[in-house]
């Protein structure tokens, strides 16, 4: 399907007016005070599994030892850049003569260029099955995160592009700018070599001016639909030829300028805007004209702050804004975005440190994305993967969770169009989107898998060990508080005391009345660990719990 007509069935206008029929269904009030409630171990919890994917019992030891104020401070560093992905293909299919075909197994191949489909293939899956480790070995920041999120409001697809550099640059650039400045970043992005495949910026010429990513920076990435009155047609065509003479460099993977190719008249840009560009035509005209349309665009300072403020809003708080969030968190921070000069981090940095943010109202309320799902679970109950130097089984396993959020319908790389995925954007269902008579099933066979039998490739196992995440828990031979400490990790919402019991007694203490049945057999395991008898009882009991928990509704949310 064509990305317009994908979009034009995809998309609804007027977002305020629809949203207004969810009027007085959340009754949230609360707005951008700094948060001064409790501090335990179901705050830190929310904010990490809203800033990171999951919360692992030692990221909530660590952030609890901090204020608020501190630990959100903390989240808000971006990582070190990472080193690149390697080549953890073979030369199959790759035809003669390819540069590709130079590479060793386990070098990099992101400095070389290659025009070949099937190198560029499994670069791609490398790639992906890279980024997807990098998810799980995170460090203690909101820096992957908020690549996914830009990667989502930047959308680009691999399969219609198909180069493994471009796709390395993309993930690149987000990971750099994750945290700065929004223009700037909207700039990179403008000159990035994926965006310039996908919405054919390459071929973006003074003879044929092609509009595709003229609207989107509009459209999706700065203005937003919504506003009245807004950009006009006239001004995708005038924008469009802003940007004619950008090409890429095939030989190298860079992006030049050819003033040849760029239109050097005069654009003007309808009364929304009113602005004349100059055109120029000398070596630097690209730049000069770029920088003069963003500056335009820009300059519609409370239509583009809004906008990306209630992008990130959705992502990090809650998918329906009603009027009190609308005036209480949106329209401030919105302010502060525009006078800050579009930086990004004190936006972050105000928002999760407010009252608003840990409201009760907006903890349990996401669905988790399959990303968010897949991660989270393999980093919260620590799944041990291969070593990055045993590489061919690395990006076997992350490949292969990395497919499994694919199969949910969370394809990293490849977003279903141009406006990412809709589960982020599309009214009415939101997040509901994620789950489904489709994805349902997939994702309790995914836990179910790791909790139970593990998944195994090439001798090599990626399992839930349940007893080894059990003894990380303050007080596991006690059932009450084992199942306490645990389900902090696991749920944001709360289990019922009734429910508990329940599942404790037909679980750990199968259908026995004395919580000295769980806590001798557990006792019996850690005094006599060489004993597999001893071992297997809490195992099995261990596995059945953790499998019905993420078996139960609960744990789809975040």
């Known amino acids: 399907m064509d990305r317009r007509d994908f979009l034009l069935l995809k998309r609804k206008a007027n977002v305020p007016a629809a949203e207004s029929s969810y009027a007085g269904l959340r009754r949230i009030s609360s707005g ?34 901090m204020s608020v104020s501190q630990a959100v401070d903390a989240l808000l560093t971006v990582s070190p850049a990472p080193p690149p992905p390697i080549k953890n293909y073979d030369n199959t299919g790759i035809m003669g003569g390819d540069p590709d075909l130079s590479i060793a197994e386990g070098a990099t191949w992101v400095n070389t260029p290659s025009e070949d489909g099937e190198a560029n293939e499994k670069r791609i899956a490398s790639w992906k099955a890279w ?16 690549v996914l999120f830009w990667h989502h409001h930047f959308a680009t697809e691999t399969n219609m592009y198909m180069n493994g550099i471009a796709a390395y640059q993309h993930y690149v650039l987000l990971h750099r700018m994750a945290l700065g400045n929004f223009k700037q970043l909207v700039r990179g992005v403008t000159l990035d070599l994926a965006m310039l495949r996908y919405l054919n910026g390459f071929l ?28 006009t047609e006239e001004d995708v065509i005038a924008a469009a030829r802003v940007l004619t003479g950008w090409t890429i460099d095939k030989t190298t993977e860079t992006v030049k300028f050819d003033p040849a190719k760029h239109d050097a008249n005069s654009k003007t840009f309808s009364s929304f805007y009113g602005t004349t560009i100059t055109g120029r035509s000398d070596a630097t ?16 300072k409370v239509e583009v702050s809004e906008f990306i403020i209630r992008k990130l809003y959705r992502w990090f708080c809650y998918y329906i804004i009603d009027a009190d969030t609308e005036r209480n968190v949106i329209k401030p921070l919105a302010q502060l975005f525009r006078d800050g000069n579009w930086e990004i981090k004190p936006v972050l940095s105000t928002l999760f440190k407010s009252e608003h943010f840990f409201d009760p109202l907006n903890q349990g309320c996401l669905i988790k994305g399959p990303i968010d799902l897949t991660v989270g679970l393999c980093r919260e109950f620590n799944v041990q993967f291969p070593a990055a130097t045993d590489y061919v089984n690395a990006y076997n396993m992350w490949g ?74 303050p007080n596991p031979g006690d059932p009450n508080a084992l199942i306490n400490d645990a389900l902090i990790i696991m749920y944001r919402v709360p289990l019922s005391a009734a429910a508990r019991q329940t599942i404790k007694k037909q679980i750990l203490l199968t259908n026995q009345d004395d919580d000295t049945y769980w806590t001798s057999a557990w006792t019996r395991h850690i005094n006599n660990p060489g004993n597999d008898a001893d071992y297997q009882v809490v195992r099995m009991r261990l596995q059945s719990l953790y499998k019905y928990f993420m078996n139960l509704a609960e744990y789809q949310l975040s």
């Open 400 to 473: 292969f969770v990395q497919q499994q959020a694919a199969a949910m319908q969370q394809d990293i790389g490849d977003p279903p169009g141009v406006s990412g995925w809709p589960a982020y954007y599309q009214l009415p269902q939101f997040h509901e989107m994620w789950v489904n008579s489709y994805t349902l099933p997939k994702r309790n066979l995914f836990s179910d898998l790791l909790v139970t039998m593990g998944y195994m490739r090439d001798n090599v196992m990626l399992q839930i060990d349940p007893v080894a995440f059990t003894k990380t828990l």
């Open 285 to 300: 005209a690209g730049d000069t004209e770029l920088d003069d349309l963003l500056t335009m665009i820009f300059n519609k």
């Open 131 to 146: 980024w997807l480790s990098l998810m799980l070995n995170q460090d203690r920041s909101i820096t992957e995160k908020l």
């Open 32 to 65: 951008l005070s700094p948060y001064a409630g409790a501090w335990t171990g179901a705050e830190v919890s929310h904010l990490l599994k809203r800033t990171m994917f999951g919360a692992k019992k030692a990221d909530i030891d660590y952030f609890r030892s």
């Open 204 to 231: 973006n010429i003074k003879d044929a001016p092609d509009e595709n990513y003229a609207r989107e920076l509009q459209e999706l990435f700065t203005l937003g639909k919504e506003n009245n009155p807004n950009y």
